[in-house]
């Protein structure tokens, strides 16, 4: 038998039972579809998490006071001491490390930030000049913080987008004056529009000079640093110089912890690949599932076509046409399936792209390939005892009269 | 051409043995048209299938062309069949989701002739058999007289030196089975052997040789001197 003739022979059995045909490829599309539609979810949301970090800084180290423990509650309390704060001269000392390339030192608080009449209570981070590029952040107007030693401080700020908006409506805030507390700053630059970044909208806060900051919250301690490894390779020994100059600044104790934005982000991805991989694979079971519907089919069709089939042997089948022609059928509905299912998995995953537009929704390679290989594996898998019993099938019994 | 030696075939029932035939020993030689008749369960419908190679003996030896098929594997049998056994059955099965065309194809497709070749043959047939404007159609559209054209037509299409016809007339109106009798022995005449299983004695009188099957025996084995 030729190879077109046998496509030409299933093709014509798949026509022949519109329904059936119709009813496999749809269970078949389904669990393609599913598997696609849902590691396209995840492998989304792997991304944003991803996309996330990049946009807080490369290669960036996270310094905060205390020491963190996995043993919880705070280990400095329970022995009977406060963390020790972290300082500027603390973070000025980073400057020693060769692996470290910038480094900025944050404190945040809150203020009543007010223009004329108008006030509106923002975050108020105080930072140095190196913020701007360690954040990796763009101005929209204007300059940042201008370099210098960061104890001392200019009366400058600079303001998000929406601070802008609210205080100074459509008039150009470049220039004016604002009121944080009882303190006045001259604003020199407008933070071009970033939106939300792990929680912290940018858009909505004002920054002033550090030592500005420290005045107006009464504090010398620092909330973070963020420290910039020269490069990616760097982070470690980075993260090892400022676990060590601070320990020897604090008297030889550890009580900073120092997270680095590469083993959180190894973790997170390594989780949400996990997760994806999982739902994928409980999505595959709807392909088992469909696998097991083209057995049941054709089983039926086994019986359903016994007489067919033993013409066929009669008129010179052989058990190997016979079974060829049943794993053709079933790799044709797979196929079929498959197809179908890509595309309504495209489809959906446009469509849930649209209901959320922040997450790039993206089926990972190996769900749009393993997804049509397990349909057609498995369909071909449930044949064989089908095809076996077809080919085994005795002439003279399926011919037979009664 | 074909040689039956000591033919036994044994059912099994439950618990009982049914013996269809019981040593048959048969000559046919190239060209006759035998007509195999008998009682409902004498054995002529099993002796037609062992001819037919469809089934296979408990004992004893058959020959085709020369060659023992007795021991020969399932596919070899099948080709066998494909190639020098045409089947006509009663009940004609032809594939209901193919057209006329299609069916009379069905063995030269698997075959794996190209389909050129079958083109060609394809277009002889349906003319040798009067099925030119039904060839498009289907087994649903057709009469069973043409259902049963169809059938001889995919029994020839391989030209094969035995045809098989088992009770061809058997669903058939009196004057359509006359009409698909003639066309089998038009086979016969152009050379084909033929054989017909029946129980119509009128059918049956029209062979040049008839057997007589009783009790998987045969019974008597007749000649008429016309051919």
């Known amino acids: ?402 | 051409m074909i040689r039956l030696t000591g033919i036994e075939r044994v059912f099994r029932v439950g618990d009982e043995e049914v013996h269809a035939l019981r040593g048959v020993s048969l000559d046919i030689a190239q060209g006759e048209y035998l007509s195999i008749m008998g009682p409902s369960g004498s054995g002529k419908s099993t002796l037609l299938n062992i001819l037919g190679l469809l089934d296979r003996p408990n004992a004893g030896r058959y020959e085709l062309n020369g060659h023992d098929v007795t021991g020969l594997a399932d596919d070899e049998l099948a080709r066998v069949r494909r190639e020098a056994i045409g089947f006509v059955f009663q009940f004609f099965h032809l594939v209901p989701r193919l057209t006329a065309g299609q069916n009379i194809e069905l063995p030269m497709v698997l075959a794996g002739i190209d389909p050129a070749e079958r083109r060609r043959r394809l277009d002889k047939l349906l003319a040798d058999y009067g099925l030119v404007p039904r060839a498009g159609h289907r087994p649903d559209q057709l009469s069973g007289g043409q259902c049963q054209r169809v059938a001889i037509a995919r029994a020839m299409s391989m030209g094969p030196t035995l045809i098989l016809a088992d009770e061809p007339t058997g669903n058939l109106d009196r004057h359509t089975g006359q009409e698909v009798m003639a066309v089998l022995e038009r086979v016969h005449h152009e050379g084909g052997t033929v054989a017909v299983v029946t129980h119509d004695p009128e059918i049956g009188k029209r062979a040049h040789r008839r057997i007589r099957l009783v009790d998987g025996e045969i019974a008597s084995d007749e000649r008429s001197g016309d051919d």
């Not at chain 1, 496999?24 to 669990?31: E, F, S």
């Open chain 1, 1 to 402: 038998m030729r190879f077109p003739d046998l496509l030409a022979f299933a093709w014509q059995v798949l026509g022949g039972y519109r329904s059936r045909t119709a009813l496999i490829l749809l269970a078949m599309g389904i669990g393609v579809a599913a598997v696609v539609a849902v590691s396209s979810i995840g492998e989304g949301a792997r991304l944003y998490v991803v996309n996330q970090f990049g946009s807080l800084g490369t290669n960036l180290i996270i310094v905060l006071p205390g020491r963190s423990e996995t043993a919880g509650g705070m280990p400095g309390v329970l022995v009977g001491k406060t963390p020790r704060d972290l300082t500027i001269d603390d973070a000025l000392a980073l400057k020693r490390s060769p692996a470290i390339l910038r480094f900025a030192p944050l404190i945040v608080g809150a203020g009543d930030v007010r223009v004329g009449s108008r006030t509106r209570e923002t975050p108020v981070l105080g930072t140095t000049a190196e913020f701007i590029r360690v954040r990796q952040m763009d101005m929209a107007q204007g300059l940042f913080l201008p370099a210098g030693d960061p104890r001392h401080s200019q009366p400058v700020c600079v303001i998000g987008t929406t601070v802008a908006a609210e205080l100074f409506g459509a008039r150009p805030a470049l220039g004016e004056w604002l009121r944080i507390g009882d303190r006045r700053f001259r604003i020199i630059g407008v933070l071009a529009k970033q939106g939300q970044s792990l929680g912290f909208n940018t858009d909505e806060i004002v920054i002033v000079p550090l030592a500005s900051a420290q005045a107006l919250f009464n504090t010398e301690a620092l909330f973070r640093v963020l420290v910039e490894a020269k490069s990616r390779e760097q982070i470690a020994y980075a993260k090892a110089d400022v676990e060590e100059i601070l320990r020897l600044r604090h008297e030889g104790e550890r009580d900073i912890t120092v997270i680095t934005q590469d083993a959180v982000l190894a973790t997170f991805d390594r989780i949400l690949r996990a997760l994806t991989l999982a739902v994928g694979g409980i999505a595959a079971i709807s392909l088992a599932v469909a696998g097991i519907l083209v057995m049941n089919v054709m089983l039926i069709a086994v019986t359903q076509r016994r007489k067919e089939i033993g013409l066929l042997k009669a008129i010179g089948a052989t058990g190997q046409q016979i079974r060829a022609a049943f794993f053709t059928e079933a790799v044709m509905l797979a196929l079929g399936g498959a197809a179908l299912g890509l595309a309504a998995g495209k489809l959906g995953q446009i469509a849930i792209g649209q209901a959320f537009p922040d997450i790039p929704f993206t089926a990972p390679w190996w769900a749009v390939l393993a997804a049509p290989l397990t349909a057609i594996v498995t369909s071909v898998l449930f044949t064989v005892l089908p095809a076996k019993r077809a080919a085994a099938l005795d002439p003279v019994m399926a011919l037979s009269k009664r």
